[in-house]
């Protein structure tokens, strides 16, 4: 499985960006999908995650109210809206997935996309 992320730049404080995160496999197999993001000097951290049917969201705080987590199962895509950006967004974001086969249970990450918010 390959995760292959998209949409990442440059904007203005308040723009917004959608990153995409194609995979090479059916995401509708995917148990968890998700993007975590790493400022610099930071540690990684989740941003959102989405349950296999989409029906379940989880968000960081900071992110609640401005970026949507959303997954086409069909065209397996993930996404990722971010609107009302803030300079404390900027970071690397990761798509992330998790698949279990039996017992067993696999964790997939893409290369990243850098995020960068200007003030």
């Known amino acids: 499985v390959q995760l292959v992320e998209s949409g990442g730049g440059l904007v203005q404080a308040g723009g917004s960006l959608r990153l995409s995160c194609a995979a090479s496999g059916s995401t509708s197999s995917f148990d968890t999908m998700g993007w975590y993001r790493r400022a610099p000097g930071k540690q990684r951290e989740l941003v959102a995650l989405?349950?296999?049917?989409?029906?379940?969201?989880t968000y960081v705080d900071s992110v609640k109210g401005r970026f949507t987590i959303s997954r086409d199962n069909a065209a397996d895509t993930l996404y990722l809206q971010m609107n009302s950006l803030k300079p404390e967004d900027t970071a690397v974001y990761y798509c992330?997935?998790?698949?279990?086969?039996?017992?067993?249970?696999?964790?997939?990450w893409g290369q990243g996309t850098q995020v960068t918010v200007s003030s």
């Open positions: 989405i349950t296999s049917g989409g029906g379940g969201t």
């Open positions: 992330y997935a998790k698949d279990r086969v039996g017992r067993a249970v696999y964790n997939y």
